[in-house]
């Protein structure tokens, strides 16, 4: 079955950039979207097809996929971007979704 | 606004049915735009696809979860429900309705999620 591998944790200071990486075999080839996840809250959507952005999402949000990787990077990040991400992708009909990364403002 | 809302019992009896419906307000189910799906999360872990359905019934399942689900739809209710038979402990989770647009494979707007406790 396909997976999706992404680091524990990231960390980054306030206004700095901060970029969370999702691992697949071929996963530039395929779709690649990502979810936002506060505590006791539901998933949100902040990219899809790639590098797209929802209406609504902050243009700090942004998202690239080639080879083997997705990333989504978050740029001037503020204390409110702390939270859990999740990638998804799509493959054989199937939805996979990847560990989640927490992410960490200091 | 989409919304999507959850229900269904919070807790079940190890190896019996866990049955949840999602129902869809400001929107048509029966939309050709989108498909719905469910998703869980057991405290404290990752997200994981249980299926999708279409209006039309069509319907796609995680392999791992095959041989336990079935999910349907109901477009006089604009509703769609799942059912996972022969839980244990394990299903305990969050359930999540989702819609996932036809277009591609994310899911936007989620349900606000209905923690299920699988416990004698």
């Known amino acids: 079955s396909y997976e999706l591998t992404q680091p524990p944790s990231v960390s980054v200071s306030p206004g700095q950039t901060a970029s969370i990486t999702c691992s697949g075999d071929k996963l530039g080839d395929k779709y690649a979207c990502w979810y936002q996840q506060k505590p006791g809250q539901s998933p949100v959507l902040v990219i899809y097809q790639n590098n797209k952005r929802p209406s609504g999402i902050p243009e700090r949000f942004s998202g690239s996929n080639s080879g083997n990787t997705a990333t989504l990077t978050i740029s001037g990040t503020q204390a409110m971007d702390e939270a859990v991400y999740y990638c998804q992708a799509w493959d054989s009909s199937t939805v996979v979704f990847g560990g989640g990364t927490k992410l960490t403002v200091l | 606004q989409l919304q999507l809302q959850e229900s269904g019992p919070g807790l079940v009896k190890p190896s019996e049915t866990l049955s949840l419906t999602c129902t869809v307000s400001g929107g048509s189910i029966s939309s050709s735009n989108y498909y719905w799906g469910w998703i869980r999360q057991p405290p404290g872990k990752e997200l994981e696809w249980i299926g999708t359905v279409y209006y039309s019934g069509s319907t796609y399942y995680n392999p791992s979860l095959k041989s336990r689900v079935t999910i349907s739809v109901d477009t006089s209710k604009n509703q769609f429900s799942l059912k996972l038979i022969s839980v244990t402990a394990a299903d305990t989770a969050v359930y999540y309705c989702?819609?996932?647009?036809?277009?591609?494979?994310?899911?936007?707007?989620w349900g606000q999620g209905t923690l299920v406790t699988v416990s004698s």
């Open positions: 989702a819609r996932r647009s036809a277009a591609g494979n994310w899911f936007d707007p």
